[in-house]
């Protein structure tokens, strides 16, 4: 399932950290095209997926690839689930082309909950109901 995911996020506009690498269980997206041109960074992108129900990936590692997410999907996650991601992130960088602020809190639900610039600490934590798919 990383290749489908892969293949999916890059037919999404994504970046592969490293394109011509065969992903076994885990591979890695760049958001530093997103940071360049949108001013929003790979652990706004992670706190983000968290609104939308998804457990956020890891953002730091490895530390030579700016702006990355290392995404790990399990094999119990089904293609629906997985495609849910991908619009999730896509969501999330539609997004970001017209609100550099993505990184504050705001349940995809309701968009006019009020906004407060979210805790790393806090917002890396697990809450409920948060689906695992990175």
């Known amino acids: 399932m990383p290749n489908y995911l892969l293949a999916r996020l890059t037919e999404a506009g994504f970046d592969a950290a490293y394109p011509g ?3 076994s269980h885990e591979f890695i997206v760049t958001l530093k095209r997103q940071a360049r041109e949108q001013g ?5 992108f992670a706190k983000r997926l968290l609104d939308h129900g998804y457990h956020a990936p890891t953002t730091y590692f490895p530390l030579l690839v700016p702006e990355c997410l290392l995404i790990e999907p399990t094999e119990s996650e089904t293609r629906e ?3 849910g991601f991908v619009e999730a992130l896509s969501a999330i960088r539609r997004e970001a082309e017209t609100d550099a602020a993505i990184g504050q809190v705001r349940p995809a639900h309701d968009a006019r909950a009020p906004s407060r610039r ?3 600490r806090r917002a890396s934590s697990t809450s409920p109901g948060n689906r695992r798919i990175a």
């Open 21 to 23: 690498r065969r992903a």
């Open 40 to 44: 929003v960074t790979a652990m706004d």
């Open 81 to 83: 689930e997985l495609d």
């Open 118 to 120: 979210r805790a790393r």
